[in-house]
């Protein structure tokens, strides 16, 4: 269990790091778009992963610790002031943002990519601040895209001067810190990930 203090100490380097990424998005849900039909339509909620820490989970879909379904999670976008655009089409890079609850002050989170050196996946997690987060976009059909610029199926590896989007979302049952949920993931490169309960999705923003 937190103590105040800790819970102030938290709060207080989320605002510190959150200075930068300052111009905050109207709340939205997550959406997933899916040929698989269970989970088309579904939305994200953040799910308990640790001290602070959440995943982001499918709000409908039962799993060891999570068996029922959950209302979805609202979330923002923060960009900064003098944001840097490679791409109007792809949209401007920022975070993704939500506010964790506490019994005394609400805590700004973002999303940072968790990688696992033995798999081909990084999970998404919700942490406090913005000292380590993802740069991530919404396109103009809002849906959500990590970008970049060097080809790297070229022999060698250039940079292109060219801002790609890549959209390699998944969703699957996923182990992490002793919490195994249907979360949001994202693909380590262009084939399919070798957990064989991922299943290709989209992901887009619908404000609320």
């Not at 959406?31 to 994200?44: F, K, W």
């Not at 798999?119 to 919700?126: G, N, R, S, V």
């Not at 490169?189 to 992901?203: D, I, R």
Request: charged letters at 10%; a negative charge; glycine letters at 8%.
């Amino acid at each position: 269990m937190k103590t105040a203090t800790s819970i102030f100490s938290l709060a207080l380097a989320a605002a510190t790091n959150a200075q930068f990424y300052n111009e905050t998005s109207r709340p939205f849900n997550l959406v997933l778009t899916s040929d698989n039909t269970t989970i088309n339509g579904q939305t994200l909620s953040a799910c308990h992963t640790g001290a602070a820490l959440e995943s982001l989970c499918v709000s409908g879909i039962g799993s060891v610790s999570k068996p029922n379904p959950i209302a979805p999670t609202t979330f923002n976008f923060n960009t900064s002031t003098d944001p840097f655009t490679p791409n109007a089409t792809l949209g401007t890079p920022g975070i993704l943002t939500w506010t964790l609850p506490t019994s005394s002050v609400g805590v700004p989170s973002s999303v940072y990519f968790n990688y696992d050196p033995t798999t081909d996946i990084a999970l998404p997690i919700l942490t406090p601040g913005s000292e380590r987060p993802q740069s991530l976009a919404f396109d103009e059909q809002g849906r959500l895209n990590v970008q970049g610029y060097i080809d790297w199926t070229a022999s060698p590896p250039n940079a292109t001067g060219t801002t790609v989007g890549y959209y390699r979302w998944y969703a699957c049952q996923t182990y992490f810190s002793g919490y195994s949920y249907e979360n949001l993931v994202w693909g380590l490169g262009a084939g399919k990930p070798e957990n064989p309960t991922c299943v290709s999705v989209g992901v887009k923003r619908v404000f609320v």
